[in-house]
């Protein structure tokens, strides 16, 4: 990750915004910035996320229930069906990343992404066997993948350059806040109209989340109106030279040590379940709500402590936090206090590394390359998800929980060597082209 303390070149300097210079247009030119970086299009970008994840958060609350109750599916159709929807996700976003480079493009894949994550996803409930239902969810996350390299590029292209950690801050914050907010209001809306109709209603903030991202596209509109069409292509090269590959190890590693929270919440299940499984099972839903709550918390908090440090200190520490995190999860106990506190640091770990993450492409990319830049990181974080995940599973059922921890908490460690040890290095070439475009 980004190393502050490490002296650049002039031309490297170059690369990195001034005090002086506002947002890059896509031409190289600057717009005159302002004091202000809390923005109404930050803020849009953030409600988008808050809404979309509030929505899609309620059915997936209810769709194992839904498949196995209503459809009469299996758990290994459920496996199924969340393991090719997580897959789909990772290569949208891969393919979705070139096409964001395209700064007229980006407004137009943000909205339609949102707009068909919205439909597909209240179409669930509309769904009579489980071939269809395993098809809606798959589109929903495709289109989930293919939005949000856009989504990004767009935040990225209306923040304040000196502000990257805190506009990151808000977009994660907001959809962390959406996953609290979704399995709460899944929960009445089960207990009121039952399962079916629960589902249809995650079409409300869907829509709700299309109409702020369609704000946002026309505010990046009126700011850069002298827009360059960028072609399709996943320019690797140019990833490269702008030195996006070395801080993409510690990325990766970190990835692989990241579990699904799925994974922690039938740990904590399995903790409590001598008090009833059905009580053991709400006590980990409240705590995987304080999970997120507490992400949302740290994700801007992250953000703003990111902008006066770099990236890769906050995202070393989340890195960090995580092994704790998980050591509370390998302990032998019984005790729910105990496993708040995992949770929580859990929680502290995902809002610190994942908005570093995405800071780290707005700042260390040009306009022109951060739709790549924001699809490969995309791609990287479903590989070592599904991966470390996976292994974790198998090793939590063949051998013991413990296993499974300790094997995330490795990687975890590995990543704090890594973002040590590979810093980003911005490239002479990437700078030199920087001062020509400004000079233009």
Same mark, same amino acid.
């Given at each position: 990750?980004?190393?502050?303390?490490?002296?650049?070149?002039?031309?490297?300097?170059?690369?990195?915004?001034?005090?002086?210079?506002?947002?890059?247009?896509?031409?190289?030119?600057?717009?005159?910035?302002?004091?202000?970086?809390?923005?109404?299009?930050?803020?849009?970008? #953030?409600?988008?996320?808050?809404?979309?994840?509030?929505?899609?958060?309620?059915?997936?609350?209810?769709?194992?229930?839904?498949?196995?109750?209503?459809?009469?599916?299996?758990?290994?159709?459920?496996?199924?069906?969340?393991?090719?929807?997580?897959?789909?996700?990772?290569?949208?976003?891969?393919?979705?990343?070139? &096409?964001?480079?395209?700064?007229?493009?980006?407004?137009?894949?943000?909205?339609?992404?949102?707009?068909?994550?919205?439909?597909?996803?209240?179409?669930?409930?509309?769904?009579?066997?489980?071939?269809?239902?395993?098809?809606?969810?798959?589109?929903?996350?495709?289109?989930?993948?293919?939005?949000?390299?856009?989504?990004?590029?767009?935040?990225?292209?209306?923040?304040?350059?000196?502000?990257?950690?805190?506009?990151?801050?808000?977009?994660?914050?907001?959809?962390?806040?959406?996953?609290?907010?979704?399995?709460?209001?899944?929960?009445?809306?089960?207990?009121?109209?039952?399962?079916?109709?629960?589902?249809?209603?995650?079409?409300?903030?869907?829509?709700?989340?299309? &109409?702020?991202?369609?704000?946002?596209?026309?505010?990046?509109?009126?700011?850069?109106?002298?827009?360059?069409?960028?072609?399709?292509?996943?320019?690797?090269?140019?990833?490269?030279?702008?030195?996006?590959?070395?801080?993409?190890?510690?990325?990766?590693?970190?990835?692989?040590?990241?579990?699904?929270?799925?994974?922690?919440?039938?740990?904590?299940?399995?903790?409590?379940?001598?008090?009833?499984?059905?009580?053991?099972?709400?006590?980990?839903?409240? &705590?995987?709500?304080?999970?997120?709550?507490?992400?949302?918390?740290?994700?801007?908090?992250?953000?703003?402590?990111?902008?006066?440090?770099?990236?890769?200190?906050?995202?070393?520490?989340?890195?960090?936090?995580?092994?704790?995190?998980?050591?509370?999860?390998?302990?032998?106990?019984?005790?729910?206090?105990?496993?708040?506190? #995992?949770?929580?640091?859990?929680?502290?770990?995902?809002?610190?590394?994942?908005?570093?993450?995405?800071?780290?492409?707005?700042?260390?990319?040009?306009?022109?390359?951060? #739709?790549?830049?924001?699809?490969?990181?995309?791609?990287?974080?479903?590989?070592?998800?599904?991966?470390?995940?996976?292994?974790?599973?198998?090793?939590?059922?063949?051998?013991?929980?413990?296993?499974?921890?300790?094997?995330?908490?490795?990687?975890?460690?590995?990543?704090?060597?890594?973002?040590?040890?590979?810093?980003?290095?911005?490239?002479?070439?990437?700078?030199?082209?920087?001062?020509?475009?400004?000079?233009?």
């Amino acid at each position: 990750m980004p190393d502050d303390d490490e002296k650049l070149t002039p031309d490297a300097e170059a690369t990195r915004p001034s005090p002086e210079s506002g947002p890059e247009t896509p031409n190289g030119d600057e717009e005159p910035d302002s004091q202000r970086w809390l923005t109404s299009g930050v803020v849009s970008v #953030g409600a988008a996320s808050f809404f979309s994840d509030s929505g899609h958060e309620i059915v997936t609350s209810v769709f194992p229930a839904f498949l196995t109750g209503v459809l009469g599916g299996t758990a290994a159709s459920l496996g199924v069906i969340e393991g090719v929807s997580d897959a789909l996700v990772g290569a949208a976003k891969v393919v979705g990343g070139p &096409l964001a480079n395209d700064p007229a493009r980006r407004g137009r894949l943000a909205t339609g992404g949102y707009l068909i994550t919205a439909i597909a996803t209240a179409a669930i409930g509309l769904a009579t066997a489980v071939w269809q239902a395993g098809l809606l969810r798959g589109l929903a996350w495709a289109s989930r993948g293919i939005r949000s390299p856009a989504r990004d590029s767009l935040l990225s292209s209306i923040s304040n350059p000196r502000a990257f950690g805190r506009s990151f801050g808000v977009e994660r914050a907001g959809d962390n806040l959406g996953a609290v907010v979704g399995p709460l209001v899944a929960s009445v809306l089960v207990a009121w109209l039952g399962l079916r109709p629960s589902i249809w209603f995650a079409f409300i903030p869907g829509i709700l989340a299309a &109409l702020a991202i369609t704000f946002a596209g026309r505010e990046a509109l009126r700011r850069h109106r002298n827009r360059v069409r960028t072609p399709f292509r996943l320019d690797v090269k140019g990833l490269r030279a702008a030195g996006l590959a070395r801080p993409m190890l510690p990325v990766l590693l970190f990835e692989c040590g990241n579990l699904a929270t799925t994974l922690l919440i039938l740990r904590a299940t399995d903790a409590l379940k001598a008090d009833g499984l059905a009580a053991a099972a709400s006590v980990a839903i409240l &705590l995987y709500a304080a999970h997120n709550a507490v992400a949302a918390l740290v994700s801007f908090a992250g953000g703003a402590w990111l902008d006066r440090i770099g990236p890769r200190p906050v995202f070393a520490m989340g890195a960090g936090v995580y092994v704790v995190s998980y050591l509370f999860f390998g302990l032998d106990v019984s005790a729910w206090p105990l496993l708040l506190i #995992g949770f929580v640091l859990a929680g502290a770990g995902i809002g610190f590394a994942e908005t570093a993450e995405s800071a780290l492409v707005a700042q260390a990319l040009p306009d022109r390359l951060r #739709g790549s830049g924001f699809g490969v990181i995309g791609g990287i974080q479903a590989i070592g998800n599904i991966v470390g995940t996976v292994v974790a599973g198998i090793l939590y059922a063949a051998v013991s929980p413990v296993a499974a921890f300790v094997y995330a908490a490795a990687w975890m460690l590995l990543s704090v060597a890594a973002s040590v040890l590979f810093t980003h290095r911005t490239s002479p070439g990437v700078g030199s082209d920087a001062k020509k475009n400004r000079s233009e």
